[in-house]
């Protein structure tokens, strides 16, 4: 078993629908909790970044974390074709003053016109 | 203010062969990380410096090695290259527990 597990997808939702992009992790160190979008043929963006158990809010993001079920959601409101891409989950551990993550291997998003 | 940059952009390489990799961190940043993304998959963490030194290490085998220099840029190497290392190689520059990632340097081996 892996320790971050994501869906591959594709995910294809119609422009303006909410998305809900999802992982689980079996790992209960982990501590910080990431989401990056990553276009075709670019690296990563860190979109999301959270702490704690509960609900973060940036724009029409919020990224959901429920430690005791080891699931962490994103979801995207009114959905945009620009927001086509693969969306990474990434957790990690503190080590020592070192954040490396642990990347799930990315869901596909498209959102058609 | 520039972000992470890596060179070359991509290039095509013949098993058995070796090749280096250069990544510029992000003004301000002393610390950077490699990563290999295979098609498909999350980036696979390889090596962190710091401080010109390997602070941590993922599950790579010797062929990956790497330096820091003094102006805080980095290079990776691969020898004896695999036909299993074709990968998308990124470079990120960290920041605590944020990593901005450069665009990447595609490898193909042949």
């Known amino acids: 078993q892996k320790e971050v597990e994501q869906d591959p997808g594709p995910l294809s939702v119609p422009e303006g629908a909410i998305v809900s992009l999802n992982c689980t992790y079996s790992n209960s160190a982990f501590q910080y909790f990431m989401w990056y979008r990553q276009y075709s043929r670019k690296g990563p963006e860190l979109l999301m970044y959270t702490y704690s158990s509960g609900n973060k809010e940036d724009g029409r993001f919020t990224a959901q974390v429920d430690k005791s079920s080891k699931y962490i959601s994103l979801f995207i409101r009114d959905s945009q074709p620009s927001d086509s891409a693969t969306y990474l989950c990434?957790?990690?551990?503190?080590?020592?003053?070192?954040?490396?993550?642990?990347f799930g291997r990315g869901t596909s998003l498209i959102v058609h016109p | 203010d520039a972000g992470v940059t890596q060179s070359p952009t991509h290039l095509i390489k013949t098993r058995g062969q070796q090749v280096t990799l250069r990544c510029s961190p992000k003004?301000?940043?002393?610390?950077v990380s490699w990563y290999q993304q295979a098609l498909g998959q999350g980036p696979q963490f390889i090596f962190q410096y710091y401080e010109e030194e390997e602070r941590q290490r993922g599950n790579f085998p010797d062929r990956f090695s790497g330096h820091q220099f003094p102006n805080y840029s980095s290079e990776l190497n691969v020898n004896a290259l695999l036909l299993g290392d074709s990968a998308l190689y990124l470079c990120?520059?960290?920041?605590?527990?944020?990593?901005?990632f450069g665009p990447g340097t595609r490898l193909t081996v042949t």
């Open positions: 990434a957790m990690s551990v503190s080590s020592g003053g070192s954040y490396i993550p642990t």
């Open positions: 003004s301000g940043h002393d610390t």
């Open positions: 990120a520059s960290t920041s605590s527990y944020e990593q901005y």
